[in-house]
């Protein structure tokens, strides 16, 4: 299985920008796309980035879309998430997940590798 550890959590001002990280560490070779969950109090978990290892391609939620931005250092194993122009709406515990699975499968229910997540508060 693979061990996968966020950071770069915190609070920031609305508009302000976070960058996460997502180390990943063990059985690499066993996942093919990393993907960036969060889930706000009383919500239930939700895709927002993924990113294909090899390929790099690259997948938003709407609700992100040219706002937050995700990448990869395949010599790293790590995984980025940079996220620009933060409202309060974006405040969540973030959580990097990776599966093998085919390229397009992003509901949470299909990872079964799990970071232990990351507060991010964005105040107004």
């Known amino acids: 299985q693979v061990q996968l550890v966020e950071s770069g959590g915190g609070l920031v001002q609305a508009g302000g920008s976070l960058r996460l990280s997502c180390a990943a560490s063990g059985q690499i070779f066993n996942y093919n796309v990393i993907g960036w969950f969060r889930q706000a109090p009383g919500k239930e978990r939700e895709f927002v980035a993924g990113?294909?290892?090899?390929?790099?391609?690259?997948k938003y939620a709407d609700s992100v879309k040219g706002r937050f931005t995700i990448s990869r250092d395949i010599s790293k194993n790590t995984v980025y998430f940079q996220m620009n122009t933060m409202t309060p709406e974006d405040t969540a515990v973030y959580y990097c997940?990776?599966?093998?699975?085919?390229?397009?499968?992003?509901?949470?229910?299909?990872?079964?590798?799990w970071g232990q997540g990351t507060q991010v508060t964005v105040s107004s």
């Open positions: 990113i294909g290892r090899s390929s790099g391609i690259t």
């Open positions: 997940a990776a599966a093998n699975l085919p390229y397009g499968k992003w509901s949470p229910s299909e990872y079964d590798s």
